[in-house]
Nanobody, 124 residues
Framework: VQLQASGGGLVQAGGSLRLSCAAS????????VGWFRQAPGKEREFAAA???????YYADSKKGRFTISRDNAKNTVYLLMNSLKPEDTAVYYC???????????????????WGQGTLVTVSS
């Protein structure tokens, strides 16, 4: 599967952005899809994931501000980010995998497919 992330940009603190991850492939609905982010000088960190069933998972620090959703008919997963803070500034990557399990999904090494990333900059 090939992934294309988009929707990043410059936003003021307190604002919102919706990222999109568009995928190729007829079996996209069978994949778990996740969002990670990487700030300058920091490691890539897990933000959220969604299973084909629609079950969602969030990093504790993102709960309540981030919402992940998917539209299998459009082969697209979204990440809605509200109440953005300057510390949310990062390159956001979407990832997909057919077999990643819940206990492993926060680690980037367990995801096989990655998009190119989209930059989110939050100004104070």
């Amino acid at each position: 599967v090939q992934l294309q992330a988009s929707g990043g940009g410059l936003v003021q603190a307190g604002g919102s952005l919706r990222l999109s991850c568009a995928a190729s492939g007829r079996t996209f609905s069978a994949y778990v899809v996740g969002w990670f982010r990487q700030a300058p000088g920091k490691e890539r960190e897990f933000a959220a994931a969604i299973r084909r069933s629609g079950n969602t998972y969030y990093a504790d620090s993102k709960k309540g501000r981030f919402t992940i959703s998917r539209d299998n008919a459009k082969n697209t997963v979204y990440l809605l980010m509200n109440s953005l803070k300057p510390e949310d500034t990062a390159v956001y990557y979407c990832a997909a995998d057919q077999s990643v399990i819940m206990s492993s999904m926060t680690s980037s090494q367990y995801w096989n497919y990655w998009g190119q990333g989209t930059l989110v900059t939050v100004s104070s």
